[in-house]
């Protein structure tokens, strides 16, 4: 079943957890996305952070 619900649920693949609650996921969506991610998976992948650490503001 597919509703809507706070985007927050799923804030663990995030490495900066910072809270949205006004935005709204598809639960079905994101839970099966939630599921298939390897358990430490997260954004920005940790090899890609000291790539994009060096772009300019």
Same mark, same amino acid.
């Given at each position: 079943?597919?509703?809507?619900?706070?985007?927050?649920?799923? $804030?663990?693949?995030?490495?900066?957890?910072? !809270?949205? #609650?006004?935005?709204? *996921?598809?639960?079905?969506?994101?839970?099966?996305? $939630?599921?298939?991610?390897?358990?430490?998976? !997260?954004? #920005?992948?940790?090899? *890609?952070?000291?790539?994009?650490?060096?772009?300019?503001?």
């Amino acid at each position: 079943m597919s509703f809507p619900v706070t985007g927050d649920l799923y $804030n663990r693949i995030f490495q900066q957890q910072i !809270s949205n #609650p006004e935005v709204q *996921v598809d639960y079905e969506v994101w839970t099966r996305i $939630n599921t298939l991610l390897p358990a430490h998976y !997260s954004l #920005p992948d940790n090899k *890609v952070i000291p790539v994009i650490s060096h772009i300019p503001k």
